[in-house]
C-alpha cells in the first residue's frame, strides 16, 4: 500500500471545517510550515468586490479538501520545480498557488506566470529566504515560499490594491475583518513560531486587537517610515509576531530589518 506523502495536522483539519462552516478564507501555502504571513485583502484573480465573499471563500475550503482526499503535499509539488521545462499552472491551488511564476516583479502589462509574480509575493519571497537563511532568488529562479510559508488575510473581500474598495463600500471591509477575528484565535494559527503580521494599520483602523486575537504582547516599538512593531507570546513561548507595513512598495532594508528581529530572537 501507497504510504501517504503528508499527514495534515488535526489543528488543519479543525480549522478547515471551521472556514467551511462559518464561510471563511483560510489561505494559501504549506499547512506544516513555520511561517504564517497575514495579508491585507484577498488579490485573486477571478473575483472582485462585487462578488460575494462567500465564492472566494468556498473556492478556497472545497479546494482544500480535495487536496486532502488526493494525498497532495508540497513536497510531491516541489519536484515540478526541478523539471527543467516548467510550465506556469494553478493546479494545486490552494497548496501551492500559481507554481511556475519567476521571482521578478512583473510589469503591470505583463502576463501572470510568464513575466513574473506580484511586488507582494516578490518580497513575501526575500523575507521567507531570508528568515530561512536561504539564498537570495534571482529573476530566473521560480518562487517556492509556499514550501515554507502559509498566508492569509486580514480581509477576505477580493481586491488587487486595498484603494480599490469605494469609500460607500468600506463597512464591508470592517465587517469581513470582524467575521474573521475568530478565525485568527484557532489553534491552527497559534502554532506558527512566526507570524508576520503584514497589514499596515489596518489594527488600528478596524478596531483589530493583535495582542487579544494572537495571545501577544508587544515588546518592541519602531518608528519612522519603515516603522515595525515587535510581539513575543504572553505564556513564554518562543512565538514572535512582527507587525510591519504591507510587503508591497517597500525596500530590500526593510526585508532584513524584519528579518534581523527574528533572528536576533532566537
Request: charged fraction near 30%.
Amino acid at each position: 500500500m501507497e504510504k501517504k506523502a503528508e499527514k495534515y495536522t488535526p489543528e488543519f483539519e479543525q480549522v478547515l471545517d471551521y472556514c467551511e462552516k462559518h464561510c471563511l478564507f483560510l489561505g494559501e501555502g504549506n499547512p506544516n510550515g513555520k511561517i504564517l504571513i497575514v495579508g491585507k485583502e484577498c488579490a485573486i484573480k477571478g473575483f472582485d468586490f462585487n462578488d460575494k465573499e462567500k465564492a472566494v471563500a468556498e473556492n478556497n475550503f472545497k479546494s482544500w479538501k480535495q487536496i486532502i482526499e488526493n494525498a497532495f503535499c508540497i513536497e510531491k509539488i516541489t519536484e515540478e520545480l526541478k523539471k527543467k521545462e516548467l510550465k506556469y499552472t494553478n493546479d494545486y491551488y490552494p497548496l501551492f498557488p500559481h507554481l511556475g511564476q519567476k521571482c521578478l516583479q512583473r510589469r503591470k502589462e505583463g502576463i501572470i506566470g510568464r513575466d513574473g509574480t506580484s511586488p507582494t509575493w516578490y518580497f513575501y519571497q526575500k523575507l521567507v529566504d531570508k528568515i530561512i537563511g536561504n539564498p537570495s532568488k534571482g529573476n530566473d529562479n521560480y518562487i517556492d515560499f509556499h514550501t515554507n510559508c502559509f498566508h492569509t488575510e486580514l480581509s477576505q473581500i477580493p481586491l488587487s490594491m486595498s484603494k480599490q474598495l469605494p469609500k460607500d463600500l468600506e463597512p464591508l471591509r470592517k465587517k469581513s475583518i470582524e467575521n474573521r477575528r475568530e478565525l485568527f484565535r484557532q489553534k491552527f494559527f497559534r502554532q506558527f513560531p512566526i507570524v508576520i503580521l503584514a497589514v499596515a494599520h489596518y489594527p488600528r483602523d478596524y478596531s483589530f486587537d493583535i495582542q487579544d486575537v494572537f495571545d501577544v504582547e508587544c515588546i518592541k516599538q519602531v518608528s519612522g517610515p519603515d516603522w515595525l512593531n515587535v510581539h513575543y507570546q504572553k505564556s513564554g513561548n518562543p512565538r514572535i509576531l512582527i507587525h510591519t507595513r504591507q510587503l508591497s512598495m517597500i525596500s530590500y532594508e526593510y526585508i532584513d530589518k524584519i528579518a534581523k528581529e527574528y533572528h536576533n530572537r532566537r
